[in-house]
């Protein structure tokens, strides 16, 4: 106990009682709805003491201690079975009090921000993470938790608002501190038993050369935890970079081996002389899908839901393995992650579930693929739909790996990341149907065209000013067909992340076709031509119109379409100075894109904290970037 001499130290005192039996145990309901009510005791006068006598070192002090003491956060909720009285009790109460404290760090963290201690800013980030959680109602007269996240229909609930104007304040209008999602597989391992002491676990990890401070973790889970962070500390040991990957602030989303079960965590390593580990609860294993797909109602109607809701062309199966009503319901709970904006990406993707992983890239998890033309992943399989197609092996439905992702609270299947990263390909590769559909009759109609042209070519050449001027207009068209060059150099430099030589194969393909004056020309020599023909042999203009419009069309996509968004987004990333997110980001441009995307579904405010520019790019539909500057919340 802190001498009581003025009010911030008495609310210090009161918060340190009541962080007590969180620390010991899980406290009772009755006790967790008192503790709530306190808490809105406590925040209103010691606010208000900071405000008439400023005393920045306690204050921020308090701003750490009070979020650190909240009971309703997915460890302190720990094996608590929460009815409806919870939504309507505790939820709603904690809903008020966040709402006031995020409101105080808003208002008061930026003139106290130099003063306060090191360290408090990352445990009132880190507490937030772990408050910003609610009991809702939820099937059957209980309640779930849920994640206080700017996600769609929610993007402008006032308690998500303030939580990321606090998360704005505390960082300084900048970047949090780059963190690698530590995704490489865990080998499988067993809980000792009998448990060792909290003690020993503790020992055993110092032995490694990591520190921890266990109290954020609920008692009963509490060696269990450590015992997974000795785990993953032998391996970061057995790598010849150990400092290194220190360095990058891992952090790591595992299913934690529990007497009788596994809960999902997140192991955060931070960086020192003797690095820290933390772990924040994510909560339960399981999934939650959807209304699309009906648990119990057969695969048949559970494909047929998922392939309605989204437009899929199809969810056929290649290698054996039949789709099963928990695996259709399992990628359902992943795609209901993404933007409701961009599930039309998937319109006319087919789900192929695939028994073998595509590819099996050392240490990492492979365990999807997206292809957008043909790939020979689907050889011999010649009853599949045409592309694109998003393959699902194994690997997806098993939990061999025992990694996760998520947000506390809302954790998520590491398949589920993986399936928002296949989704993630799709969003910045697949145009979309309406311009795919646009694109096909183009298509068709020019080769139905190109058909026709046949028998009237022989009959233009029986005059020599027919075949003047259709050697004009040939001479004008020439340039035009030549600007594939362009478009495949485009597309070779998409590929290869090259954004400026992307931007300058798009410019060149446009000088054909946005230039008015060319396509003007074009058109008259095709009508010339068409003159000189009798009626029912006048093509040329049809042709040449079509033709035009198709490479018109394709020149918007790629300079404005999806395509370019991925071209944006390294733009853009650049810029602002992103971090790689993953190791597997580093890959190219498109996996940096879909590893970021997959943290942007599964647990959004963390990317917001990572770069809040970027998030909002995103949520703004991947706008372009000349002059691109978001609004600061
Ligand atoms: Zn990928």
Redesign the pocket.
Known sequence: MRAASSPLVEALNSLEALRAPLVAGTPPPVERTAAVLRMAQILKPAVEAHREAPDPDKYAEFLAAFVESCPVTSAALAGVDLAQADADGVGRDWLSVLAAYLKAVVADWPAIEGKAPAGTRRRILAGIRRACVVPVSGPGGKARHRVLTSADVRQNEPVTVLRRRAVHRLLGGRSGTPFELYTYTQKPYALPSPLPSERSALDALDRLGFGCDPSFLPASERVSVLVAMTVFAGSINSADDRAELVRRHLVRPVEVIVPGGRVRYEITVEPGDRPLMRADRLGETGIRPPAWVTPGSGVAAAKQGLVTALGLSGMPEKGGLPWTEDHVGFVASALVRLPVADRAALRGVALVRHAERPSTAPGSVHAA??HVTEHDIDTGFPALPPPPHIHCSNAVFTDVDLTCAGAPGDPAHVGEFTVA??AG?AVSLCFDAENRASIARLTVGLRGYQDALAPVLPYVRQTTARAEAYNALDALLGPFAQAYGPAMTADRALEEGDRTGYAAAVQAYGGFYQNEAKCAAVLKAAQDADALLDAPQRIFEKYTKVFVRRHRLLHDLLSSGTAAALVRFATYADRIGLPRLTHYAGTNV??WF?EVYALFCTDRERLWELDWRLCRWLEDGRPKIADYDPAAP
Do not use: K, M, S, Y
């Open positions: 693929c997206l990263h296949e390909h498109q996996e879909a």
